[in-house]
């Protein structure tokens, strides 16, 4: 079974502070994203990589930069946290489509970290 | 851009009965559909994946249907049970542009099944 950890569920952090929000997967997919979940806005991708050291931007980028160091851990940083960023974090990865022919490339869930920035 | 629309918004249904939850989306250039449950405060756990040469997938009482010509997919649930209450997305994976890597979500359907 694919497992997508994060390294908080529940997280309370003050305005201004930097936060760092971890994800590792145990599958060695080559794909990892980020994603805010908001009540009437649904998913949002923020940022992705597709590899080690690269990164792309998603859909809302702002506010946020990303690590890839390892293929198993792709991390979230909140440079200066705003009350805005108040959100459910969702961390995901699926396997490269350009190398599998097939089938699969579904992207599998981490459980979420629920931020709330004071 | 590509948009994913989930009608209805939330449904609400007895025990037992069958229900269909639909997906709709603008661009037919997709490599594949995958249809999420979410719980309350949790993550997504993928239900099915239909690839755009599929016609539908099946698992369990749950079957997917993809029709990318006209944009649409429809959930079908049988014998629904109070278990099946949470929310439901459905995602496009595209495959035009620089999307290949990105799932458009939709925004979700939430069931709610009365014992």
């Known amino acids: 079974d694919v497992k997508v950890t994060q390294s908080s569920r529940y997280l309370v952090k003050r305005t201004g502070e930097k936060v760092f929000l971890e994800c590792v997967q145990d599958?060695?997919?080559?794909?990892m994203f980020w994603y805010r979940q908001d009540p009437g806005l649904g998913l949002r991708l923020i940022y992705f990589s597709y590899d080690v050291k690269m990164k792309e931007k998603g859909d809302i980028p702002e506010g946020y930069s990303v690590s890839r160091e390892k293929k198993e851990r792709f991390s979230l940083i909140l440079e200066s946290a705003s009350t805005n960023q108040t959100s459910m974090y969702l961390c995901?990865?699926?396997?490269?489509?350009?190398?599998?022919?097939?089938?699969?490339?579904?992207?599998?869930f981490g459980p979420g970290t629920r931020l709330t920035v004071l | 851009k590509q948009e994913v629309t989930q009608i209805p918004a939330a449904l609400s249904v007895p025990e037992g009965e069958n229900l269909v939850l639909n997906c709709s989306f603008t661009?037919?250039?997709?490599?594949?559909l995958q249809w999420f449950r979410q719980d309350p405060g949790k993550g997504l756990t993928s239900l099915l994946l239909?690839?755009?040469?599929?016609r539908e997938q099946t698992s369990g009482r749950l079957n997917a249907s993809l029709d990318k010509s006209s944009g649409r997919s429809t959930l079908y649930i049988a014998a629904s049970q109070p278990g099946d209450s949470a929310t439901y997305l459905c995602a496009v994976k595209g495959r035009s542009g620089g999307s290949n890597y990105k799932l458009t979500f939709g925004k979700g359907t939430l069931l709610t099944v009365n014992p």
């Open positions: 661009d037919s250039a997709i490599y594949n």
């Open positions: 599958m060695d997919h080559e794909n």
């Open positions: 239909i690839q755009s040469s599929q």
């Open positions: 995901a990865s699926s396997t490269d489509p350009l190398l599998t022919s097939v089938i699969g490339n579904e992207q599998f």
